[in-house]
């Protein structure tokens, strides 16, 4: 079935980068979404991004898609404390008439001061 | 922020017993969602709902149980809890359009 993957844990210093990635085998993904989990709290939707596109920028976030190999990636420019959170990956397809998401089992950023 | 409430927000209970928990949202999304989180597999869905009474099983379903008799409505049933269903549960919502979810506070249980 499909699946989506991505690494466990990030570290980064503040001030720096975060660059979150994502990998997705469903070729059909029409949807493709970051999704915030701050301790405590249920999932937020951060960004997304249609399958036809190439990049998304908002603000300090840019999204990349690769669909070509199958790889998103979350960009985060300028990371604060605040940003320290859990990152899902998440991907869906207009097939799929039960309007499922496949979420990947997310990224722990820390943030090093 | 989508109006989506679980109830209760904790609870510990005892092998063996029967447990509800309660979504609840004041969106009229048609489309309704439980998963359950736990360290190392990320969220895993349960049972979903397309309408009032229309449901359908996730990837663990096993031990789980789902109704919803009211568009605002979606129930888990737990019916007989064992250990391995301590866990964080969340329910979600989403209009079907983009098929953004937005996700409840979720709910801590505990089976002893």
């Known amino acids: 079935g499909e699946d989506v993957e991505q690494s466990l844990f990030l570290s980064v210093r503040e001030g720096d980068s975060s660059v979150i990635n994502c990998t997705y085998t469903d070729s059909s993904s029409t949807y493709l979404y970051w999704y915030k989990q701050e301790p405590g709290a249920g999932l937020q939707l951060l960004t997304y991004i249609f399958s036809n596109m190439d990049m998304k920028q908002d603000q300090r976030l840019t999204v990349l898609l690769n669909k070509k190999d199958k790889h998103l990636s979350l960009r985060i420019a300028d990371t604060q404390t605040g940003d320290s959170a859990i990152y899902f990956c998440a991907e869906s397809s207009i097939m799929n008439r039960d309007d499922k998401i496949i979420f990947g089992k997310g990224t722990r950023l820390h943030i090093l001061p | 922020d989508a109006g989506i409430t679980q109830s209760p927000r904790h609870k510990v209970t005892e092998t063996g017993t029967p447990v509800t928990l309660r979504c609840h949202q004041t969106e009229n999304h048609r489309y309704m969602y439980w998963y359950r989180q736990d360290p190392g597999h990320g969220l895993r869905l349960i049972h979903y709902s397309y309408g009032v009474k229309d449901t359908d099983k996730g990837e663990v379903s096993d031990g789980y149980s789902v109704s919803r008799s009211k568009t605002e409505d979606f129930l888990l049933t737990l019916e007989s809890a064992t250990s391995s269903q301590t866990s964080v549960y969340f329910c979600?919502?989403?209009?079907?359009?983009?098929?953004?979810?937005?996700f409840g506070p979720g709910t801590r249980l505990t089976v002893l």
């Open positions: 979600a919502i989403s209009p079907g359009q983009l098929n953004e979810q937005f």
